[in-house]
C-alpha cells in the first residue's frame, strides 16, 4: 500500500494500531504500513519522556513513545501528539517549534491531535506541561530529522554534512549552488529514527518562526462558523440523548414511571439501576421525553454553603495531620521576638469553571469497537473510564477530542462519553449527549473552596522573620512563599469536601496568592513601608524582582496616592515556571459602595516566548476569568442541590465588567518556555483587595469579594460590584 | 411536527419540527448549522445569536414558528464568495478569540450593532455586546474588533 492510497487519519490509524501498543514492533511492519517517507519516535528511554512520567507522581511511564513525527516523500510534515487544544493555542505554539527546528515553511506541518488512535498516550493537557515538555520533545525529534536529512542529502552528494545547511524545507550546497527538497530526500525512502533526547536545539536568539507572532491555525474557520467543536459531531442515523438527574448529590431513586415518554414517536428509555436516560430521533423530543419521567428520590441531609469553612477545617480528609510541606527555623522562637504580629483568616468560594461549550458526546458503536468524540481535557484519561465501563480493552475504544469549547481544567472527566456510549449501545445507534447549562453546574465538579490562616511577623525595620501559612481543603499549589523569610511552616491540610472538586485554571496558587499577598499587604502597611519597597526588601528571587519592578514601572507605581474613591494595589509571584506582577486601579463608589477595576497592568515572564500574540492572549484572558472569582463568583449550595446553577443566578465577568489591561511581556530567551495559560490568574485578586485596602482602609480577606446583595453579610463586605 | 419555511442565509428551506422548538434547536439538530452555538438555552449568554431581519437575536428564546417570516442570518451565511465579512475579518485580524466556542455569537452580535450604530463609541459596545458571554475573557480583543470593523466598513452596512 502506498502513501497516497491512504487518507491521513487511515495512515494515521495503521500506525498507531501497530505502533503505539509495541514499540517493539518489527521495523519493517512499521515502514509497510507507514508507505514511506521518514519517522522520527522519541526513544522512550529519553530523558523528556522520563521528566513527564516521574512529575506526575506513581503514574507509570509511558509505554510507547510520547511523541513522533512524519515527513512524508512530499515533504509534508505531519506531528501527533496526545495534547489537546483548547483555546490556550499549542495547535499553533507547538508547530511552530516543530516549524523552527525543523526549518520548514509553518504551513507545511499537520498537528494531529488529542485522538487515542492516531496519537501516543498522553496523560493529559493540564498543569501547564505543554510548552514545558511537549515543546522541547517536538524540538528535538525536528532537530534529529532535520540532521537526518542533511545526512542523507551529504551522502548523494558525498559531500561533509558540516558544509551544508537545512532551510525553507531543503537541504542546500551553497557552495555548489544545489539544493534538494525535504520530500526529494525522503522519496522512496522508509526510515526510521529513534532520537535519545539529546539533539542539539535551536537557541531561542535564532529563532525565526518560534517566538513570533503566528496567527491561530486555522483562525478562519473559527469566524466562519466552520470549526466543529464535539457538540458539532452529526453521524449519520445519530439519536440525540438525555440523561435523568437526581434530585441532588448522593440521592436514591425512590420511585419511577416512564410510561409517558414510553408513550412518545421515536422514544427508548434506558434504565440500569439509578441511571435513566432516554434516547430520541431529535433533541426536542429528547428533552419533551425527560420532562415527561416521574421520578421521586431520596435525598440526604448535606452541609450548606452556610458556615462552610468551619466545615472544612473540622473535617481532615486524613485522620492523621501529616501533611506539612514545609518547615524552616522556629516561627515560634521568632514570633516571640518580633515587632509587628499578624495573624487573619482568608476564604475562597467554590467556583464553577462553566466552559461555554458545555460537556458534550457522541459515541458509535460498530462490531463491539466504542468510538466517542467528546470535549475532555484527557482523551486516554476517558478512554479508560470507557474501558472500565463497558469492560473493553484499548483496542477496543477511540476517543477523539475535536478542538473544544474550552474547559479551564474543568473537563478532565469523562461523563457525557460514559452516558453517550451507554445509550448508544442501548440503541444500537450513535448518540448524542451534550449537557444543558444546569447540568454543567451542578453535575461536573468545582474548584476547591478554601481556608487559609496566615500568621506572620516583622521587625520594625520590615524585614520578614516569621511566616506560617495553613490550607484547608483548597490546595498546595504555590503555597510555598517565594519571599526570603527564615522561619516558616506552610502546610496543606486537605479535607472532606462536600462538593465534587477538582482541577481548575492555576488551582489553589490562586487561593494561595489572595491570602498571601493580601497579607503581605497589610504587613507593608503596619510596617509603615510602601508595598513595593516592602516587597523588594524581603525578595531575592531575580525574576520574580523583575516582573515587579516591570509592573510597577508600567503602571506608574507610587506616581499618585489612594484617595478614599480610588485606590491602588499591587501583588506578585510565580508558579509552575511562570512569574506575574499585577496592578491595579479601582474605583470606588462613596455612595454605592460599587466597586470598579478601572484599570490592570500585569507583567509576566515565562521564559523565552514561543508565541507572543498568543501569550499576551492567555494572561489577558487569565485576568479577564479572574474578575469573577475575585469579585462576584460563587456556587451556593445547600443539601446537595446547586442554589444558582444559572448565569441568571451565577454571574460571569461580562464587557462591563473588563477595566483597561496593560500585559506587559519580558522575553527571556537565555531561559527555557514555561507554560502560560493559568498563572496568569493568580495577581489580580490581591492586587484589586490590596487597591480596595488603599483607597478604604477595609480589608477584604474573603473571595469573592463584592457578591451580590443577599450574600454580603456572609463574607463581611459592604462592597458591590 | 409543523412544516415550515424558513429563510435562511438567503435560501428558502423546508424544514420539519414542532412550532414551538428553538430557532438554536432547529439550525443545528435540523438543518446542521452548528456554527451557531447552544450555551446556556436561557438567553443569557448570546453562543446562540443570530440575524433576524438584522436584528441580533437570542436564538435559543425564539420558537421556529414565529421565525418563518424572517429573514435569519447566521454565521454561515456571513461570507459571501469566498471573502469574509467586515466584521468576520476583523475578528480574524485581532486574534478576537481563544477557544472560539463564543465567537459566532460575538460576530452576529457585533454585525447587529454596526448595522444600527455603523460608528458606536466604546460605551455603545459594551451596551449592545454585554448580553453575549467570553468565558475565555477576549473582550478587549472583541472590543478592538469591532472598531476595527466599524472603521473598515462603507457607511452602508455590516453584512458585507
Ligand atoms: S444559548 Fe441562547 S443565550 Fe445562551
Ligand atoms: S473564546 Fe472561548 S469563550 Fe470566547
Known amino acids: 500500500m502506498s502513501l497516497h492510497d491512504q487518507s491521513l487519519p487511515e495512515l494515521a490509524r495503521n500506525i498507531s494500531h501497530g505502533a503505539s501498543r509495541n514499540i517493539q514492533l518489527d521495523r519493517r511492519d512499521f515502514l509497510k504500513i507507514l508507505g514511506g517517507g521518514l519517522l522520527v519516535c522519541l526513544a522512550p528511554a529519553s530523558a523528556w519522556v522520563q521528566e513527564s512520567g516521574r512529575a506526575f507522581g506513581g503514574h507509570e511511564l509511558p509505554k510507547d513513545v510520547s511523541a513522533w513525527l512524519h515527513i512524508a516523500a512530499v515533504g509534508k510534515v505531519t506531528v501527533f501528539t496526545g495534547k489537546v487544544e483548547v483555546g490556550q493555542n499549542i495547535r499553533t505554539s507547538l508547530a511552530q517549534q516543530v516549524a523552527e527546528e525543523l526549518r520548514v515553511p509553518f504551513d507545511s506541518i499537520t498537528m494531529v491531535m488529542g485522538d487515542t488512535d492516531l496519537t501516543p498516550w498522553d496523560m493529559g493537557t493540564f498543569g501547564s506541561r505543554t510548552t514545558l515538555t511537549m515543546g522541547p520533545q517536538l524540538r528535538t525529534m525536528a532537530a534529529a530529522a532535520r540532521e537526518t536529512l542533511v545526512q542523507m542529502a551529504a551522502e548523494r552528494w558525498q559531500v561533509n554534512a558540516a558544509t551544508l545547511t537545512a532551510a525553507n524545507g531543503k537541504v542546500i550546497d551553497s557552495k555548489q549552488s544545489r539544493s534538494f527538497t525535504y520530500g526529494e530526500l525522503t522519496h522512496g525512502e522508509k526510515l526510521i529514527k529513534t532520537v535519545s533526547g539529546e539533539e542539539h536545539l535551536t537557541p531561542a536568539t535564532e529563532w525565526k518562526i518560534a517566538g513570533t507572532a503566528v496567527a491561530k491555525v486555522d483562525g478562519r474557520d473559527f469566524v466562519t462558523g466552520a470549526h466543529k467543536y464535539p457538540s458539532d459531531m452529526i453521524l449519520p442515523e445519530m439519536q440525540f440523548g438525555a440523561v435523568l438527574r437526581p434530585d441532588g448529590f448522593n440521592a436514591k431513586l425512590a420511585s419511577l414511571d416512564t410510561s409517558a415518554a414510553e408513550k412518545l414517536n421515536g422514544v427508548r428509555v434506558v434504565r440500569d439501576g439509578d441511571f435513566v436516560g432516554v434516547v430520541a430521533p431529535d433533541a426536542y423530543t429528547a428533552q419533551h421525553a425527560l420532562t415527561s419521567i416521574q421520578a421521586n428520590w431520596n435525598v440526604p441531609t448535606q452541609p450548606s454553603h452556610e458556615g462552610l469553612y468551619e466545615y472544612l477545617k473540622s473535617n481532615p480528609e486524613t485522620a492523621d495531620e501529616n501533611g506539612v510541606q514545609h518547615v524552616a527555623g522556629s516561627v515560634k522562637e521568632a514570633m516571640a521576638s518580633v515587632d509587628i504580629k499578624l495573624e487573619h483568616q482568608y476564604t475562597v468560594a467554590y467556583i464553577a469553571h462553566a466552559p461555554l461549550e458545555p460537556r458534550a458526546a457522541v459515541a458509535t458503536w460498530a462490531d463491539g469497537r466504542l468510538t466517542v468524540w467528546t470535549g475532555t481535557q484527557r482523551p486516554f484519561g476517558v478512554r479508560d473510564e470507557l474501558m472500565e465501563a463497558f469492560k473493553l480493552n484499548p483496542a477496543q475504544v477511540r476517543v477523539i477530542q475535536p478542538d473544544m469549547g474550552s474547559g479551564y481544567g474543568g473537563k478532565h472527566t469523562g461523563e457525557a462519553a460514559i452516558e453517550a456510549a451507554r445509550l448508544a449501545k442501548s440503541a444500537g445507534k450513535p448518540v448524542k449527549v451534550i449537557w444543558t447549562r444546569q447540568e454543567e453546574f451542578t453535575w461536573a465538579y468545582f474548584r476547591p473552596a478554601g481556608l487559609i490562616e496566615i500568621k506572620a511577623g516583622v521587625r520594625r525595620d520590615g524585614t520578614l522573620v516569621a511566616w506560617e501559612h495553613h490550607n484547608y481543603n483548597s490546595g498546595p499549589a504555590a503555597i510555598a512563599t517565594p519571599y526570603d523569610v527564615a522561619n516558616q511552616v506552610i502546610q496543606y491540610h486537605p479535607a472532606k469536601s462536600p462538593l465534587r472538586q477538582g482541577s481548575y485554571r492555576g488551582l489553589a496558587a490562586t487561593a494561595n496568592h489572595f491570602a498571601r499577598e493580601s497579607h503581605m499587604d497589610t504587613l507593608a502597611h503596619s510596617a509603615g513601608l510602601d508595598p513595593l519597597a516592602f516587597r523588594l526588601k524581603n525578595l531575592t528571587d531575580t525574576r520574580l524582582r523583575a516582573v515587579l519592578q516591570a509592573a510597577a514601572d508600567k503602571f506608574g507605581w507610587g506616581r499618585s496616592k489612594s484617595t478614599p474613591d480610588r485606590g491602588f494595589g499591587m501583588a506578585c509571584g510565580t508558579d509552575k515556571g511562570g512569574y506575574v506582577a499585577t496592578c491595579a486601579e479601582v474605583h470606588i463608589d462613596a455612595a454605592t459602595r460599587k466597586v470598579t477595576i478601572h484599570r490592570i497592568v500585569e507583567a509576566w515572564e515565562s521564559g523565552a516566548i514561543v508565541n507572543p500574540d498568543g501569550l499576551r492572549n492567555q494572561v489577558m484572558g487569565g485576568i479577564v476569568q479572574a474578575i469573577g472569582g475575585a469579585l462576584f463568583e460563587q456556587i451556593l449550595f445547600a443539601n446537595g442541590r446547586i442554589l444558582n446553577a444559572h448565569f441568571a443566578q451565577y454571574r460571569l465577568p461580562r464587557f462591563s465588567d473588563t477595566p483597561q489591561i496593560e500585559v506587559v511581556l519580558l522575553d527571556r530567551k537565555d531561559l527555557p518556555s514555561a507554560g502560560a495559560g493559568e498563572t496568569g490568574i493568580v495577581g489580580l485578586a490581591p492586587a484589586v483587595a490590596n487597591a480596595i485596602f488603599a483607597a478604604t482602609g477595609t480589608r477584604l480577606r474573603n473571595m469573592p469579594m463584592a457578591p451580590a446583595h443577599d450574600r454580603q453579610h456572609e463574607s463581611g463586605t459592604q462592597f458591590q460590584s | ?160
Open chain 2, 1 to 160: 411536527m409543523a412544516d415550515f419555511i424558513l429563510n435562511v442565509n438567503g435560501a428558502h428551506v423546508h424544514v420539519q419540527a414542532p412550532f414551538d422548538e428553538s430557532l438554536l434547536s432547529v439550525l443545528r439538530n435540523r438543518l446542521h448549522l452548528t456554527g451557531t452555538k447552544y450555551g446556556c438555552g436561557e438567553g443569557q449568554c448570546g453562543a446562540c445569536t443570530v440575524l433576524l431581519d438584522g436584528e441580533a437575536t437570542r436564538s435559543c428564546l425564539v420558537a421556529v414558528g414565529s421565525a418563518a417570516n424572517a429573514k435569519i442570518i447566521t454565521i454561515e451565511g456571513l461570507e459571501h464568495d469566498g471573502k469574509l465579512s467586515a466584521v468576520q475579518q476583523a475578528f480574524l485580524d485581532e486574534g478576537a478569540f481563544q477557544c472560539g466556542y463564543c465567537t459566532a455569537g460575538m460576530i452576529l452580535s457585533a454585525t447587529g450593532l454596526l448595522q444600527r450604530t455603523p460608528k458606536p463609541t466604546a460605551e455603545q459596545i459594551v451596551d449592545a455586546m454585554n448580553g453575549n458571554l467570553c468565558r475565555c475573557g477576549t473582550y478587549p480583543r472583541i472590543v478592538a474588533a469591532i472598531q476595527r470593523a466599524a472603521q473598515s466598513m462603507p457607511a452602508k452596512g455590516a453584512n458585507r
